[in-house]
């Protein structure tokens, strides 16, 4: 929690304004941040200076996992968070790729699970990497990237956590994320708990223990319009200890990722925190 309001207070204090075209507002931005999440230690990073909406951000991440494309999809499993791209942003409404009311387009889990090649046949990443990571391979390429040039025309979004790699020493897993663009007072507050939860979720269906996760982002920002909530409110709270995340050890497979597991599988036990805030969100 002190690393997430240290990145906080840098960008309050070292930020530069920059000009963002696609939403046309001015964001308060730094480049590189490293972030660390004790996976071991259970010490779950969810943010306590203000009430943060943990399960969507499982949701949203069980959704990339299972390859969905479809907003109606995740807000199926708990999670509101793709309505906005998929049906409010004019240049993706206008796309001729746009499969009409939800569609998202080939964004995340379909690169991640149906990546395309150019003889017509796909690839699976992330299957390829459980089968690996439970025989205890890890052959210095365990990456699941979302990150596919080629098609960026064809979905609403380029990703913005796009490449995660898996790393073995012994029976410890470890997990390097990496973002390219960051929402820190919106997106942030998911992505923190995406990055732990995955690597806590490889490690228990793949037969290792977890270890660290390493979240490296490059352009970490604050939209004008959070800046007076972010600086003259959150700020200004003291953190909470970290809660624990609770996973049910009956989730053992990719398949049970896939088919059964619901967000009444995950627990937070142990987190205090402070009031809401509503930050406004740019689309
Ligand atoms: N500008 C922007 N920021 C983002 O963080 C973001 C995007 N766009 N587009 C794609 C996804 C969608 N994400 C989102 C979208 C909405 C919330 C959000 O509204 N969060 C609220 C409430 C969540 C809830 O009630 O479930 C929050 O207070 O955290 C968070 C992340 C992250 N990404
Ligand atoms: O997981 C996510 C997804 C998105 N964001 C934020 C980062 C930016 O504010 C926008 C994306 O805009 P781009 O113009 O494509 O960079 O969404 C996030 O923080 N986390």
Redesign the pocket.
Known sequence: MKQYLALCQRIVDDGVWIE?E??GKR?LTVINADLTYDVANNQFPLITTRKSFWKAAIAELLGYLRGYDNAAQFRAIGCNTWNANANDNQAWLDNPHRKGADDMGRVYGVQGRRWQKADGTVIDQLKKIVDDLTKGIDDRGEILTFYNPGEFDMGC?????HTHTFSLLGDTLYLTSA??????P???N??QVQVFTLLALMAQITGNKPGQAYHKII?A?I?EDQLPLMRDEQLTRAPFASPQLIINPKITSLEDLETWVTLDDFEVVGYEHHAPIQYPF?V
């Open positions: 963002n696609r939403t964001c979004l380029r990703p913005c956590m973002q390219r663009s960051c929402d820190v919106l997106g942030l998911f992505n352009n920002h939209y740019s």
